[in-house]
């Protein structure tokens, strides 16, 4: 059997209140799918900048699945027909 390994890079950037993450999904056919997510903090709130990475990331990670089901579900339409999967 053979084990094939992809790579997700998640970065962060904060600015103010606002935290954004990029997802990319790298594959070892060089195909790349990105996902993104924002968080803003109410200035009500106490300063927790862990929360808003978390938040932005689950966002993006959410994002970048729901891309690659895209992905998916016109390669299943391409090669294999509506009725294989």
């Known amino acids: 059997m053979e084990a094939k390994q992809w790579a997700v890079q998640v970065y962060i950037t904060e600015e103010g209140n606002d935290t954004s993450a990029r997802a990319v999904l790298s594959t070892r056919d060089k195909t790349h799918i990105t996902g993104v997510g924002h968080a803003r903090r109410n200035p009500a709130d106490q300063p927790v900048p862990e929360i808003g990475d978390e938040l932005a990331v ?16 016109e390669d299943i339409a391409q090669f294999a027909g509506p009725t294989s999967w």
Do not use: E, K, P, Y
């Open 58 to 73: 689950a966002r993006a990670l959410t994002d970048l699945a729901n891309r690659l089901l895209a992905v998916s579900s």
